[in-house]
């Protein structure tokens, strides 16, 4: 059941980067009117934000495997200190 909840994160992840690049790509263009602009913009920051915490969230379930000095192998909470 969790394999499905975090599948479902992952695809509305996307969901969410593909309309976020969507909104761009029609500010772009720059052929909405102001008020469509500003929506779209306020849709923009909203997505940008539900993205960002998708991606808080995964990078705080990636864990490292450390291997002891006797051979066991342990989990251990990713750090990027530690890709040094």
Sequence with gaps: ????QGATSIADFEKSLDELEKLVRDLEQGELSLEQSLA???RGVRLTRECQQALKSAEQRVEQLVQNNDGSLETHPFSPDDAD
């Design 40 to 42: 779209a913009f306020e």
């Design 1 to 4: 059941m969790a394999g499905e």
